[in-house]
């Protein structure tokens, strides 16, 4: 066997240490740009970051104008406001979307190449100025990837994948989660899981240590779900639900996920749903789909999350935390309905990036019947 891994080479995982930014950077940029959004701010997370910064003598340009799914119009806004500051280096601090763009902002302020040539695998040319990544929720694992999603100007959901976006350092403090709502605890834990259980069944880059990583991030965040949405100011909840999101990170970037992804991007391009509940939404179809030839790894996974050592009771184990996790359980709630499947059908089997890494092959056909199975 032989294989290749790549993660961060510096991950803090420290309470506070969020206030603690200013030294933890000062030697590396002293006009950086800080990416965050609205929703951020207003709950106050920044202040501290931001206080630390200003108190280490760093001259912060602040980029509050993430949205989610960010659209490629919005990067290429962060991009020319980052030059215009002439910043040295981008700290990104929020949920997935700030830290994409963030990701994005780095390869692309000191490039010449444009968005559009860095769509894709590999892509990215040269260097890019430090870049440092905090993440306020437990779910992406946007922090230890080398990926970034935009939403490209034709609506379509369309992945960066280049080792120079993997942060210089990881900095994941578990007070920044405390605030987030149980609708996004559930939503972002559940993304964190199918990144887990995809990345342990990747059909062609799954190895030793994407496995382990795969499987004890699935035991803590499944483990720890539900007490995190029920008791949002349990801090040893919320540290175990971002140790799980960060280890499935690093699993599936290096073992990248597969059909649950491919067919929740279109629900987040076309009608705006987050990502968590998107992944919510098509996890059941799409196992019951891969049982068929990943029986064994799914029972493998079962006692991980509690149950037995059989495929349909880790299904049903899975499917039932999303659904006492509260996250919608079909499309009709977020509002698709039977004429909007065979766009997303499309879309999905399109996604040839992602497609590939799921252990069953997926065509147009399967794709609408396993749409309809949660209209």
């Known amino acids: 066997m032989g294989f290749s891994f790549k993660t961060p080479p510096h991950i803090l995982f420290e309470r506070g240490s969020a206030a603690q930014l200013g030294k933890l950077v000062s030697d590396r940029m002293k006009r950086p740009v800080f990416v965050t959004d609205q929703g951020v701010i207003a709950a106050g997370l920044v202040e501290g970051a931001l206080e630390s910064l200003r108190d280490a003598g760093l001259e912060v340009f602040v980029y509050d104008k993430v949205v989610a799914d960010p659209p490629a119009a919005t990067i290429r806004d962060a991009v020319a406001a980052a030059r215009e500051h002439g910043a040295d280096g981008v700290i ?36 890019r100025p430090p870049l440092v990544l905090l993440p306020t929720t437990a779910g992406t694992g946007s922090e230890v990837t080398a990926i970034s999603i935009v939403t490209s100007d034709d609506m379509k959901k369309i992945g960066v994948v280049s080792d120079q976006l993997f942060a210089d350092l990881a900095i994941v403090d578990p007070m920044l989660t405390l605030t987030a709502p149980r609708g996004v605890t559930a939503a972002t834990g559940i993304d964190a899981m199918v990144h887990a259980i995809e990345s342990y069944t990747s059909k062609l880059l799954r190895n030793p240590i994407s496995g382990a990583l795969a499987k004890e991030g699935l035991r803590l965040l499944a483990g720890n779900l539900l007490r995190a949405c029920e008791h949002p100011d349990d801090i040893e909840a919320r540290e175990a639900m971002c140790i799980g999101a960060t280890l499935a990170g690093q699993a599936f970037s290096n073992a990248p996920v597969a059909a649950v992804h491919a067919m929740a ?37 079962g006692p991980v999350v509690g149950v037995a050592q059989d495929a349909s009771a880790f299904i049903d184990h899975m499917v039932e935390l999303c659904a006492k996790s509260g996250t919608p359980l079909k499309l009709t709630e977020v509002g698709v309905n039977h004429n909007d499947l065979p766009k997303m059908a499309e879309d999905a089997v399109k996604n040839e990036r992602l497609m590939k890494n799921n252990p069953r092959l997926v065509t147009y056909d399967d794709a609408l019947a396993l749409y309809e199975e949660v209209l």
Not at 96 to 125: P, W
Not at 277 to 287: F, K, R, T
């Open 265 to 301: 991007y279109p629900l987040g391009a076309l009608f705006h749903v987050p990502h968590g509940v998107s992944n919510a939404l098509m996890l059941s179809p799409v196992l019951r789909f891969n049982a068929v030839v990943a029986a064994k790894d799914y029972a493998d996974l």
């Open 92 to 127: 990104g601090l929020g949920g997935g979307s700030s830290l994409d763009t963030a990701k994005l902002i780095a390869v692309l302020m000191d490039s010449g190449q444009s968005l559009e040539d860095v769509y894709g695998v590999g892509n990215v040319k040269g260097s």
